[in-house]
C-alpha cells in the first residue's frame, strides 16, 4: 500500500522552511526592539514590521493551500487507479469538476487551519507590544530601571520557548514550526485518502482495508486490518466516519487503507482482491519456531545467530526489530562481527567495539551486539514486557516502546560506529588511529554533531530549554548522553506510530551521513 508521506513530504517541507524563516525574523524584530531601549517609535515600527511577516504567511499559506492539497489530492486519485488497475477492473476518468471542488474544499479547509495559527501569534504579538508599551509609560515615571527589567525578562522568555510559542487545549507546547509540520502532515494525509476514497466511490467501490503495522498507538489498533465501509451503504461493515470519529488517521498517523471487495458484498465481481498487501519483501514475518528465528536473524544481519534460552516472542521481536531497521539501512548488513545472547538475570541490548590486535600496531575491529536471556526464565517475553512497563512509569523509556525498539535502538548504535568508521576508509588501524576512533565514540563526538545538525534543521538552538523540549519525551535513558539520544531517537522514527519531530530529523540526519534506503 502506498504510504501517503512518500507523496507529501517534500510538500510539506517547502512549508516547514517558509515557517522557519517567519520565525526567524518575528524573533529578530523583538530582539531588535529590546535591544533599542524604551522608545515608542521602535515598539510601533516592531509591531508592524511582525504584521508584516504574518500578512506574508498568510498569502504564502493561500499559495501553498492552491498548490499543494490539489497535487497531493491527486496521487490520491493515482493510488486509487493503480488499486484498480491490479484487481483487473479498468478506470476510465481524470480529474473532473467532481475532483476539482473536492480538492478546493480541501485546500480552503486547509487554508483555516493554518489561519488559526497565524491569529494566535498575531494575538501574542499585540499582547507583548501593549505590555512593553504600559512599561514605556511606567518607565517615565519610575524609572529606566522598570524598562531593563521588562526587557531581561522578556528575552528569558524568548530563550525558554521563543515568542512564537504557545500551548494547546491539551496543554501540549508548539512553536510555529512545530505546529506547521503538524497541520501541514495531517491536511496532506486528509487530501491523499479523500482522493483515494472518492476515485473508489466513483468507480463504484465503498469497501477498503486499512492498513497495519507495529507500534501502533492505543487509538489505531483497534481499527488495523479492518474492512470498512467509505459511504456506510455496505451493511455488516464500520463506516469510515466511525473509524475517523474514533481519532483513526490522527495527526501523524502512519495508517492508510487500500481497496477491498467482497465477493457477497459487490456481487458485480467475480473473486475476492485485497490490495493491502506489499512485497514479501517489505513485510516482516515471524518464525514459527526458534530454528526459524535464527536463520532469519543470520539472514538480516549477515552473521550467525544463536538463540539460546530465548523464547519465540522475544525472538521474533528483535528480530522484526532488526528487519525494520536493516531495510531502512541495508549497508549494516554483514557490518557486526557478533552476535551474543547474555545469560544476565536482567534483560538488556548493548553494542559494543572491541579491539582485535593484529601486529604491535595493527588494530582490527570486533563489533559486537549482544541481549540478554534472563537466565533462561520461562515466559521471557511476558516478564521483559512487565519490566518495560515499570521502565516507562519510572520515565526511564517513552510511553509506547516495545522490543522492536530496544533492537533498533543497539543498531542505531553501529550505525553511529559505522559512519565514524567510513571516515578512516580502512579495515586495519594503527594504535593511534584506533584511540582516536575509540574517543570519537566514547564522548559521543559523532552523536551530539548529528543531534545538534538535526535541532538546527528544526529551527531550534541545540542549547536551552527548546531543545530540551524537543526530545525530553524520549525518556530519562536517553538523556544519559547523546550516544544514547541519537539511539533512543533513531529507534523511535524507525518504529513508533508517532515519533517526535525530532526523531524524524535525527533519523534523516544519519540517512544523510550515511546514505539510508531511498
Not at 522490543?403 to 588501524?429: C, P, T
Not at 548529528?450 to 524537543?470: F, H, Q, S
Amino acid at each position: 500500500m502506498p504510504d501517503v508521506r512518500q507523496f507529501s513530504d517534500a510538500e510539506i517541507n517547502r512549508m516547514i522552511k517558509f515557517y522557519e524563516q517567519a520565525e526567524r525574523e518575528i524573533l529578530d524584530q523583538l530582539n531588535r526592539a529590546l535591544l533599542r531601549g524604551n522608545k515608542t517609535e521602535y515598539l510601533a515600527q516592531m509591531k508592524k514590521n511582525i504584521e508584516a511577516i504574518l500578512q506574508q504567511l498568510r498569502e504564502g499559506n493561500r499559495t501553498w493551500c492552491e498548490q499543494a492539497i490539489p497535487r497531493v489530492y491527486s496521487q490520491g486519485l493515482y493510488s486509487a487507479d493503480a488499486m484498480l488497475k491490479d484487481a483487473g477492473v479498468s478506470v476510465k476518468a481524470g480529474f473532473g469538476a467532481i475532483h476539482q471542488q473536492a480538492a478546493q474544499v480541501l485546500a480552503e479547509n486547509a487554508f483555516q487551519r493554518f489561519e488559526d495559527v497565524l491569529q494566535v501569534i498575531g494575538r501574542q504579538v499585540n499582547d507583548i507590544y501593549r505590555e512593553l508599551a504600559l512599561e514605556n509609560v511606567r518607565g517615565t515615571v519610575v524609572g529606566y530601571d522598570t524598562w531593563k527589567q521588562t526587557a531581561r525578562r522578556f528575552r528569558e522568555q524568548l530563550a525558554e520557548r521563543g515568542m512564537t510559542g504557545f500551548k494547546d487545549r491539551s496543554g501540549r507546547m508548539w512553536n510555529m514550526r512545530t505546529y506547521c509540520e503538524m497541520h501541514a502532515r495531517t491536511v496532506c494525509m486528509e487530501a491523499h485518502l479523500q482522493g483515494t476514497a472518492n476515485r473508489l466511490v466513483e468507480q463504484g467501490h465503498d469497501l477498503v482495508k486499512v492498513s497495519t503495522h507495529r507500534g501502533a498507538c492505543e487509538l489505531c489498533q483497534p481499527w488495523q486490518g479492518k474492512i470498512l465501509s467509505i459511504t456506510g451503504k455496505t451493511k455488516g461493515y464500520p463506516t469510515l466516519e466511525e473509524a475517523k470519529a474514533a481519532k483513526l488517521f490522527h495527526p501523524n498517523c502512519r495508517h492508510a487503507y487500500g481497496l477491498h471487495i467482497d465477493l457477497d458484498k459487490e456481487v458485480e465481481d467475480k473473486s475476492v482482491y485485497d490490495i493491502t498487501e506489499v512485497d514479501a519483501e517489505d513485510i516482516f514475518t515471524p518464525a514459527k519456531t526458534i530454528s526459524e528465528a535464527e536463520a532469519y536473524a543470520t539472514d538480516i544481519l549477515g552473521l550467525k545467530v544463536n538463540y539460546k534460552g530465548m523464547d519465540l516472542d522475544t525472538a521474533n521481536s528483535l528480530n522484526e526489530g532488526m528487519f525494520i531497521t536493516l531495510k531502512e539501512f541495508p549497508q549494516l548488513k554483514g557490518f557486526i562481527d557478533e552476535f551474543k545472547i547474555s545469560e544476565a538475570k536482567t534483560f538488556y541490548g548493548k553494542f559494543s567495539a572491541e579491539m582485535i590486535r593484529l601486529a604491535p600496531d595493527q588494530i582490527k575491529i570486533k563489533r559486537i551486539v549482544k541481549f540478554s536471556n534472563m537466565g533462561h526464565k520461562e515466559n521471557i517475553h511476558e516478564k521483559l514486557l512487565a519490566s518495560i512497563e515499570k521502565d516507562v512509569k519510572k520515565n526511564l523509556h517513552f510511553k509506547g516502546i516495545t522490543l522492536q525498539h530496544i533492537a533498533a535502538h543497539e543498531l542505531a548504535h553501529a550505525l553511529e560506529h559505522q559512519i565514524v568508521f567510513n571516515r578512516l576508509n580502512k579495515d586495519v588501524l594503527s594504535i593511534s588511529e584506533w584511540n582516536n576512533f575509540a574517543r570519537t565514540l566514547n564522548t559521543s563526538k559523532e552523536a551530539k554533531s548529528i543531534t545538534d545538525a538535526a535541532l538546527k534543521n528544526m529551527g531550534i538552538n541545540p542549547v536551552g530549554r527548546e531543545a530540551y523540549e524537543a526530545y525530553k519525551d524520549l525518556g530519562r535513558y536517553a538523556l544519559k548522553n547523546r550516544s544514547e539520544l541519537m539511539a533512543q531517537a533513531v529507534a523511535d522514527a524507525l518504529i513508533s506510530d508517532e515519533p517526535l519531530p525530532f526523531s524524524r530529523a535525527v533519523l534523516e540526519e544519519v540517512k544523510k551521513r550515511l546514505g539510508g534506503s531511498q
